[in-house]
């Protein structure tokens, strides 16, 4: 578990991040995950941290903020997996509520057809669910979800769950060439989401590396094209793609803030530069973390980018 940021992020200021699962415990393994392989699949629910450390860690974060006069406009749940798979989620989640500090939760909501986890997340105030597609073979293709899912489950779950939340809902649809992005899938698309009715349908194609090296971005004209699609069907349909800055904030000891959030955000190479900036030794500090094989550093699309070695950080082999 740990507590990072504030980190900048384009839906929500800025947030300060919460990662309340093990490396890379998820319900998908999507083609384009920024956080690289799946390294355990599962459905199950379970504890993993005690609600109790998660709040006395936020405390400790909060009030070191405080300190530095750094603002916190949201409490956001972004692990490097699926937040939902937390079967403490809820009890965490009425802890963070004594903070007066508006939840935010970013789920690929394959777990809505549980009522337990809608009634969990009908504690948040923000919500953003994963849509990537109208159809179980777009779904199958590009989230690659656990064998044990059903799609029409997952759909009849986020329906259930939009009608009676009253917070702010979004959906978030990743475009893929040639799986997701042509008309009929977008037009299949746009009926769905008319259906869940969310404030906000924001659509992006991958901005960092991705799990799977054949995955290809749509151009600003797709995505432009993709947007006046949904448009049409009367929703507020808005490009995720744009940069979030480098405004991240670094608190206590640098390498492990770093490493807190390499885990959940690849950072690009002027990013960290910046992070590291007043770090005594930064580019010391980077190049051992690089070497010891903590942190893996990837070329892509003209750009260097680095993230967490999760398979490391979960104590796993080759
Ligand atoms: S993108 Fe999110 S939902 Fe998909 S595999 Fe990665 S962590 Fe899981």
């Given at each position: 578990m740990n507590v990072f940021g504030p980190v900048p992020s384009r839906?929500?200021?800025?947030s300060l991040g919460i990662n309340n699962i093990p490396p890379k415990i998820c319900s998908y393994a999507c083609r384009?995950?920024?956080?690289?392989?799946?390294?355990t699949m599962t459905t199950e629910r379970r504890a993993f941290f005690e609600p109790e450390a998660i709040a006395a860690e936020v405390e400790r974060k909060l009030a070191e903020l405080k300190e530095k006069g750094e603002r916190v406009d949201y409490l956001a749940f972004v692990p490097d997996g699926e937040p939902t798979l937390d079967a403490r989620l809820g009890e965490t989640a009425r802890r963070l509520r004594t903070f007066s500090i508006p939840l935010a939760i970013i789920t690929?909501?394959?777990?809505?057809?549980?009522e337990a986890v809608r009634r969990e997340l009908a504690l948040f105030d923000w919500i953003s669910l994963k849509v990537d597609g109208a159809t179980e073979g777009i779904w199958r293709v590009i989230d690659r979800p656990h064998r044990l899912l059903s799609f029409d489950a997952i759909v009849e779950g986020i329906k259930r769950f939009r009608a009676a939340y009253g917070g702010h809902l979004e959906t978030e649809t990743m475009l893929v060439t040639g799986v997701n992005d042509g008309d009929e899938a977008l037009l299949a698309l746009a009926s769905l989401l008319a259906e869940i009715a969310p404030s906000v349908c924001r659509l992006s194609s991958p901005t960092r590396p991705p799990a799977c090296s054949d995955v290809r971005c749509c151009d600003e004209e797709r995505l432009a094209a993709s947007t006046a699609i949904l448009g049409e069907r009367g929703l507020d349909a808005r490009l995720l793609n744009a940069y979030e800055g480098n405004d991240f904030v670094r608190t206590g000891d640098a390498r492990e803030a770093l490493l807190s959030i390499l885990s959940v955000h690849p950072m690009r190479d002027d990013a960290i530069r910046l992070f590291l900036a007043?770090?005594?030794?930064g580019d010391e500090l980077l190049r051992q973390a690089v070497e010891s094989g903590d942190i893996r550093v990837t070329s892509w699309r003209g750009g260097t980018f680095y993230a967490r070695n999760l398979r490391k950080a979960a104590g796993r082999r080759g």
């Amino acid at each position: 578990m740990n507590v990072f940021g504030p980190v900048p992020s384009r839906r929500l200021g800025r947030s300060l991040g919460i990662n309340n699962i093990p490396p890379k415990i998820c319900s998908y393994a999507c083609r384009y995950c920024q956080l690289g392989d799946a390294l355990t699949m599962t459905t199950e629910r379970r504890a993993f941290f005690e609600p109790e450390a998660i709040a006395a860690e936020v405390e400790r974060k909060l009030a070191e903020l405080k300190e530095k006069g750094e603002r916190v406009d949201y409490l956001a749940f972004v692990p490097d997996g699926e937040p939902t798979l937390d079967a403490r989620l809820g009890e965490t989640a009425r802890r963070l509520r004594t903070f007066s500090i508006p939840l935010a939760i970013i789920t690929n909501a394959s777990l809505l057809s549980d009522e337990a986890v809608r009634r969990e997340l009908a504690l948040f105030d923000w919500i953003s669910l994963k849509v990537d597609g109208a159809t179980e073979g777009i779904w199958r293709v590009i989230d690659r979800p656990h064998r044990l899912l059903s799609f029409d489950a997952i759909v009849e779950g986020i329906k259930r769950f939009r009608a009676a939340y009253g917070g702010h809902l979004e959906t978030e649809t990743m475009l893929v060439t040639g799986v997701n992005d042509g008309d009929e899938a977008l037009l299949a698309l746009a009926s769905l989401l008319a259906e869940i009715a969310p404030s906000v349908c924001r659509l992006s194609s991958p901005t960092r590396p991705p799990a799977c090296s054949d995955v290809r971005c749509c151009d600003e004209e797709r995505l432009a094209a993709s947007t006046a699609i949904l448009g049409e069907r009367g929703l507020d349909a808005r490009l995720l793609n744009a940069y979030e800055g480098n405004d991240f904030v670094r608190t206590g000891d640098a390498r492990e803030a770093l490493l807190s959030i390499l885990s959940v955000h690849p950072m690009r190479d002027d990013a960290i530069r910046l992070f590291l900036a007043d770090v005594e030794d930064g580019d010391e500090l980077l190049r051992q973390a690089v070497e010891s094989g903590d942190i893996r550093v990837t070329s892509w699309r003209g750009g260097t980018f680095y993230a967490r070695n999760l398979r490391k950080a979960a104590g796993r082999r080759g």
